[in-house]
């Protein structure tokens, strides 16, 4: 898998969170796995295709997804993770998909994503990938988000 | 809700009479009937109707020759070409003359329907679109596949617009949908049903967790697959592709999709309720 495709995405979510009201993302972990993700409690697949084919899944807890819902609607507080929150972190898959396929774009590799699918409850397995696929753990004030990202 | 306003053009009177008890009792109403062109485009620009039916013979000027002065006359309007023959060339010069969607006679009610009701869609409710057209081309490519790959008989219910989360024990396949709409499917099981179906399309007795998964991604990749095909056979004007399969596995596991607007099918079959839900962003 070639980690030049995986720098558009952690580009998106470095420079469209902040410009959110999102503490700056630092990046604390990367590496390359074969298996599952386990996810952490909340976890937003979102497909692409096109020149380029494969898979994205933004994962965190729920204390997390509800910090970035609650950011996302002006600070208002998000006590449940309730349909207007998981409806914020749909739409902030989204945009983050859409931002690194605008950056996929630039280096000559165009994308289509589809519609972000989420996933609540803790103990969920989820397989992108057949073969490898890379791991990104970016840190927010605390608050971690993994990135993972399977290429075909 | 608003009728859809048909005209019919077509030289043979059988012909179109056909189409218009085709469209007797839908949402569709003929509202002018010609029999060559003159009449057709004299006609249109009296009648202005949603969408018209185009057949390829008419004793005075071919089917693509009538579109291109409708065209003319409205470059907005939509124009569906029904003829016994149906090729690359004809498509083509269809298109430059304004034609959206080519089918090919004799044609069946639900393939008429669909070509009409996917044109008109901002006429008839994006959700009525959705339901009678897409998710009812899928549950058929759902029933075919399951029969298909698992030689598996099922009773298939479309279950109403459904807004809630899915619950989730056992396995579920995401693929999404890119293109216009874009969305995305997701089949799913329970683990119990997930083994038996399996054991059942590897022919093994016993199978791992890990293979009932992969015999599961297939089986949900190569349905989705064919439900969108057929789609894009009806529709030829925006292609709608899938993504690669994402599998979630787990208990006790939601698939929330707030912003989709979302239906579920049922496959009742004999080991087990199979599921496939379709869903399609609310915002394109």
Redesign the interface.
């Known amino acids: 898998m070639d980690v030049k495709l995986v720098n558009p995405f952690i580009d998106a979510f470095t420079t469209v969170l902040p410009q959110m009201g999102f503490p700056t993302p630092e990046r604390t972990g990367m590496g390359v796995q074969d298996k599952?993700i386990n996810?952490r409690g909340v976890a937003v697949?979102?497909?692409?295709?096109?020149e380029i084919?494969?898979?994205v899944?933004y994962n965190m807890d729920e204390e997390t997804a509800k910090f970035i819902a609650s950011t996302m609607m002006m600070g208002m507080p998000v006590a449940d993770f309730d349909?207007?929150a998981?409806?914020a972190i749909?739409?902030m898959s989204n945009m983050l998909t859409a931002t690194a396929a605008t950056n996929l774009a630039s280096l000559g590799r165009e994308v289509?994503?589809?519609?972000?699918?989420?996933?609540?409850?803790a103990?969920?397995?989820?397989?992108?990938s057949g073969g490898q696929f890379l791991t990104v753990t970016m840190d927010m004030g605390g608050h971690i988000v993994e990135i993972d990202i399977?290429v075909? | 809700m608003e009728k859809v306003r048909v005209m019919v053009v077509d030289d043979s009177k059988i012909s179109r009479m056909m189409i218009s008890s085709m469209l007797a009792k839908t949402n569709f109403e003929v509202c002018a009937m010609a029999e060559n062109a003159a009449a057709a485009i004299d006609l249109y620009a009296k009648t202005r109707p949603d969408v018209v039916t185009m057949d390829m013979n008419l004793p005075d000027a071919d089917g693509v020759e009538c579109s291109r002065r409708i065209h003319a006359i409205d470059s907005n309007c939509r124009i569906v070409m029904i003829s016994a023959m149906k090729d690359a060339k004809l498509i083509m010069h269809g298109r430059l003359a304004g034609i959206s969607s080519f089918l090919q006679k004799p044609i069946s009610t639900n393939e008429l329907l669909d070509t009409l009701m996917i044109l008109c869609q901002d006429k008839v409710g994006i959700n009525t679109v959705y339901r009678d057209s897409y998710v009812t081309t899928y549950a058929k490519a759902f029933a075919d596949g399951l029969s298909q790959i698992g030689g598996l008989e099922s009773e298939i219910e479309i279950q109403e617009e459904d807004v809630g989360a899915l619950n989730l024990d056992g396995v579920a396949v995401i693929i999404g949908i890119v293109g216009e709409p874009r969305g995305r499917v997701a089949f799913y099981m329970d683990t119990e049903t997930m083994l038996k179906f399996a054991s059942r399309i590897l022919q093994e007795d016993t199978v791992s967790e890990f293979e009932a998964q992969a015999a599961v991604e297939e089986t949900g990749n190569i349905i989705a697959g064919h439900g969108i095909s057929r789609i894009n056979d009806v529709i030829k004007d925006r292609e709608m592709r899938l993504t690669p399969p994402g599998i979630i596995s787990g208990v006790n596991i939601k698939l929330s999709n707030p912003d989709l607007i979302a239906f579920n099918i049922k496959a009742k079959t004999e080991l087990g309720n199979i599921f496939m839900n379709v869903g399609f962003a609310r915002s394109v």
Do not use: C, W, Y
């Open positions: 599952h996810s697949l979102v497909g692409f295709t096109k084919r494969g898979n899944v349909e207007m998981q409806s749909s739409e289509d994503i589809s519609t972000p699918s989420l996933t609540v409850g103990g969920a397995g989820i397989r992108i399977a075909e």
